[in-house]
């Protein structure tokens, strides 16, 4: 069975910081991945997305993640941090032949002024 | 337009009444989709439509109906509204035979007293 873990259900980093949101998979196929954000009041939206090639993608507003199938990871990364990031990050896994998603738990994530 | 439209954007319900959320997208996406999510947990997947065909989740089967009387429309009807029905209801599409993402709209916040 698929699975998505997100092992920090909260960060909280200082404005300008550097930021990394950890997300493991579990997926005997070949993952596709994405990373979606929900802003207050909002609904999800895309942040960035990884079928093959270039480990590492790059996303909106500066973000990037890179894909390791030897640790079944795709960490998310931003070199600074703006109080606006505040937000829950969802790490997403779609299988069954592209019909399904599995969400990992969520980061929310609070960037200090 | 690339919009997943949700109405109403909050319902308030009474305890043993029915519900009926509406959806609505005009990317002509094959593929339907209604998540739950509560706060602090990720969405999860109720059920969806690939066409006219309607995919129950094994755990929600009996709570939730559908429908979908064309391609740009999807309900998620709930005959008798709960207290564990409070929630955010979110509805996605995409078409389903590509790696693309799913696109959500901003969501219905149910609220049953």
């Known amino acids: 069975a698929q699975s998505v873990t997100q092992p920090d259900a909260r960060v909280t980093v200082s404005e300008g910081a550097s930021l990394q949101l950890r997300c493991k998979y579990s997926?005997?196929?070949?993952?596709?991945l994405f990373w979606y954000v929900q802003y207050p009041r909002q609904g999800l939206q895309l942040l960035l997305k990884?079928?093959?090639?270039?480990?590492v993608v790059q996303g909106v507003n500066g973000f990037e993640a890179e894909f390791s199938k030897s640790n079944s990871s795709f960490h998310l990364r931003k070199a600074s941090v703006h109080w606006s990031d505040s937000a829950v990050y969802f790490c997403?896994?779609?299988?069954?032949?592209?019909?399904?998603?599995?969400f990992g738990g969520g980061t929310r994530l609070t960037v200090r002024p | 337009d690339t919009t997943v439209k949700q109405n109403p954007r909050y319902k308030l319900a009474r305890v043993g009444k029915p519900v009926n959320l509406i959806c609505s997208q005009t990317m002509n996406h094959d593929t339907m989709y209604w998540y739950q999510k509560k706060p602090n947990q990720a969405p999860k997947l109720l059920l969806f439509?690939?066409?006219?065909?309607?995919?129950r989740e094994a755990d929600t089967f009996e709570k939730f109906q559908s429908s979908r009387p064309n391609n740009s429309f999807c309900s998620l009807y709930i005959g008798s509204a709960g207290l564990e029905y409070s929630a955010m209801y979110l509805c996605?599409?995409?078409?389903?035979?590509?790696?693309?993402?799913?696109?959500f709209g901003h969501g219905t916040k149910l609220s049953v007293l």
């Open positions: 996605a599409s995409s078409s389903a035979n590509s790696n693309e993402r799913l696109f």
């Open positions: 997403v896994l779609r299988y069954n032949a592209g019909a399904k998603l599995t």
């Open positions: 997926y005997s196929g070949t993952p596709y």
């Open positions: 990884y079928y093959s090639g270039d480990p």
């Open positions: 439509y690939y066409d006219k065909i309607l995919n």
